[in-house]
């Protein structure tokens, strides 16, 4: 069963995946959220219903000094309709501090052009807080 990494945003959703043995994680997509969570759990039930996934792996986004902030509060608000909806699947949560800022310095390593990073970033991150869900592991 694989584990599905998700990068929580206000504007964007990264959804990232593992491979079937849960040793490396890939980039999946990145959902437009349009101010709704309704779209982004649709996406999740036709990703969900193409592979098959035990784990959601959400990041949470917590300060640099270690408390919550409004976006945290969203994302546990997030978390809550997740673990309503999936309340067969095993829903965890990795702290997220820093992933988009490494996610945005790969990008610029790879020299990725300016106007597609916004698309990708997310996504990035998402495969950064699914890699920490298995190194933790």
């Known amino acids: 069963m694989r584990k599905l990494g998700i990068d929580y945003g206000e ?42 996934v035990d784990t959601l792996v959400v990041g949470l986004p917590i300060t640099l000094k270690g408390t919550k902030s409004e976006r945290t509060i969203k994302t546990e608000e997030f978390i809550h309709k997740l673990k309503c909806k999936y309340n067969k699947l095993t829903i ?3 702290d997220e501090r820093l992933t988009t800022v490494e996610a ?14 916004r698309d990708i970033v997310d996504t990035i991150a998402a495969v950064y807080i699914l890699e920490a869900y298995i190194n933790k592991k």
Do not use: P
């Not at 959902?31 to 779209?39: A, E, H, L």
């Not at 945005?104 to 990073?117: A, F």
């Open 92 to 94: 965890e949560t990795v």
């Open 104 to 117: 945005h310095k790969t990008m610029n390593m790879l020299g990725v052009n300016k106007n597609k990073k």
């Open 11 to 52: 504007a964007r959703v990264g959804i990232a995946i593992t491979d079937e043995l849960n040793i490396t994680a890939q980039g999946l997509e990145t959902i437009n959220r349009n101010n709704s969570d309704k779209i982004v759990l649709k996406r999740l039930d036709e990703i969900l219903e193409q592979y098959q």
